[in-house]
């Protein structure tokens, strides 16, 4: 029978040739690799070294071994993983990040989450920075535009967003609204401020706008709905916001050059945990049901 404390010896003098370079790999001393190597060697009745004038070398036997060693060692780390998960402080909390649009979107699936798991407390971070996944910055993501690096990281890709200009429910009874882009430089528009400045839609929105250009500027989607639900100007605004506004009204299809990816990630050692999981799988599904008003292809 191997011990399962023999693996990670023999991985570390076949990874480093010597029994100075294994011991320090390992944090331990020479000779006790030199010790546990032999007593594997005499468990199993096989030579897995040879001693050469640069250090061991692998037997034709001990070559057979390495690949069901190193997924023996892997196997290892999940259950270290999985208990190390299991008796975090955090299992009782879920970090998910995503973009301020989204919010009040996903807030049916928060709904739903927090009655099947009343005990999990979900801390929702609302950022346009990366949060970086593979290092425990957060559990579940949600971002446009660019994907996730990171071995530790599962990606999904969600339908496309998409946005929209609007205008208010009353110039639309009015039938005083923009038919097309062309005719947007007639009317008073509404810009981006900050970080909204800095999302193609408002470039492209800009480049429309009057000779005078935007008329104002706003720095959060919340003001640019009250702007263009107060009828006092027109403005870009994500179709997940837009197409679910009883008060607006968009003016004409979005245009598909500002159709932006998303994706939906989690790390996967997270995944581990009953409720990150369940609440993974809620919202990928809502935002799959719901692709139409992500795309603004509803009407």
Request: hydrophobic share 45%.
């Given at each position: 029978?191997?011990?399962?404390?023999?693996?990670?010896?023999?991985?570390?003098?076949?990874?480093?040739?010597?029994?100075?370079?294994?011991a320090k790999a390992l944090?331990?001393?020479?000779?006790?690799?030199?010790?546990?190597?032999?007593?594997?060697?005499?468990?199993?009745?096989?030579?897995?070294?040879?001693?050469?004038?640069?250090?061991?070398?692998?037997?034709?036997?001990?070559?057979?071994?390495?690949?069901?060693?190193?997924?023996?060692?892997?196997?290892?780390?999940?259950?270290?993983?999985?208990?190390?998960?299991?008796?975090?402080?955090?299992?009782?909390?879920?970090?998910?990040?995503?973009?301020?649009?989204?919010?009040?979107?996903?807030?049916?699936?928060?709904?739903?989450?927090?009655?099947?798991?009343?005990?999990?407390q979900v801390q929702l971070?609302?950022?346009?920075?990366?949060?970086?996944?593979?290092?425990?910055?957060?559990?579940?993501?949600?971002?446009?535009?660019?994907?996730?690096?990171?071995?530790?990281?599962?990606?999904?890709?969600?339908?496309?967003?998409?946005?929209?200009?609007?205008?208010?429910?009353?110039?639309?009874?009015?039938?005083?609204?923009?038919?097309?882009?062309?005719?947007?430089?007639?009317?008073?528009?509404?810009?981006?401020?900050?970080?909204?400045?800095l999302l193609p839609s408002?470039?492209?929105?800009?480049?429309?706008?009057?000779?005078?250009?935007?008329?104002?500027?706003?720095?959060?989607?919340?003001?640019?709905?009250?702007?263009?639900?107060?009828?006092?100007?027109?403005?870009?605004?994500?179709?997940?916001?837009?197409?679910?506004?009883?008060?607006?009204?968009?003016?004409?299809?979005?245009?598909?050059?500002?159709?932006?990816?998303?994706?939906?990630?989690?790390?996967?050692?997270?995944?581990?945990?009953?409720?990150?999981?369940?609440?993974?799988?809620?919202?990928?599904?809502?935002?799959?049901?719901?692709?139409?008003?992500?795309?603004?292809?509803?009407?």
């Amino acid at each position: 029978m191997v011990e399962w404390g023999d693996i990670p010896v023999f991985l570390a003098l076949a990874r480093h040739g010597t029994t100075g370079r294994a011991a320090k790999a390992l944090g331990c001393s020479q000779p006790t690799v030199v010790r546990r190597i032999a007593a594997l060697e005499d468990q199993i009745g096989l030579n897995l070294f040879t001693r050469g004038a640069t250090g061991f070398v692998l037997t034709k036997e001990g070559n057979a071994l390495l690949e069901p060693a190193r997924n023996a060692e892997a196997a290892m780390r999940d259950v270290a993983d999985v208990a190390d998960s299991l008796k975090s402080e955090d299992t009782g909390r879920i970090i998910f990040t995503l973009l301020d649009q989204f919010d009040a979107f996903l807030m049916p699936v928060l709904r739903a989450h927090r009655d099947r798991w009343p005990e999990v407390q979900v801390q929702l971070i609302t950022s346009y920075r990366r949060f970086d996944l593979s290092r425990g910055e957060a559990d579940l993501a949600l971002r446009a535009g660019v994907s996730f690096d990171g071995g530790n990281v599962l990606v999904r890709d969600m339908p496309i967003a998409s946005w929209g200009v609007y205008g208010s429910r009353k110039l639309a009874e009015e039938d005083r609204l923009p038919r097309s882009p062309e005719e947007l430089a007639n009317h008073a528009i509404a810009g981006g401020e900050g970080n909204l400045a800095l999302l193609p839609s408002f470039h492209w929105l800009e480049q429309r706008a009057g000779p005078n250009g935007f008329a104002l500027r706003c720095n959060s989607f919340a003001a640019i709905r009250s702007v263009i639900v107060d009828g006092i100007a027109i403005s870009n605004l994500p179709c997940v916001v837009g197409e679910r506004d009883a008060e607006l009204v968009r003016c004409f299809p979005p245009d598909r050059s500002l159709d932006v990816p998303l994706y939906l990630a989690a790390r996967r050692d997270a995944l581990r945990r009953p409720a990150v999981r369940d609440l993974f799988e809620a919202i990928d599904k809502h935002l799959k049901v719901n692709a139409a008003i992500l795309s603004g292809s509803g009407d």
